[in-house]
């Protein structure tokens, strides 16, 4: 919400060579005022991205298991072949 507001100010100020347009300022608006109300469609949006989130680390961790395990393998492979 800092970003998207930092956003908004900075380009009302004047600051950058192209300042931002209407439609622009009403879309992050709009963004922020979904942020701020405590809905519970919006709710369960971030719980599902949440959850999503974190299956997709348990994903990469198990992946990561999954590669050590098989270098593993082939290491004492090697070493019994030696």
């Known amino acids: 919400m800092l970003v998207l507001t930092s956003i908004l100010n900075l380009g009302k100020s004047g600051l950058p060579t192209k300042a931002i347009t209407p439609d622009d300022e009403d879309r992050i608006s709009f963004c922020l005022k979904v942020l ?3 809905c519970s469609t919006t709710n369960a949006i971030f719980k599902v991205q949440k959850f999503l989130r974190f299956r997709s ?6 992946s990561i ?8 393998m082939i290491v004492d492979w090697l ?3 030696c």
């Open 36 to 38: 701020v109300e405590k």
């Open 57 to 62: 680390f348990e994903m990469i961790v198990s």
């Open 65 to 72: 298991y999954k590669i050590f395990a098989i270098f593993r």
């Open 79 to 81: 070493w019994m072949r």
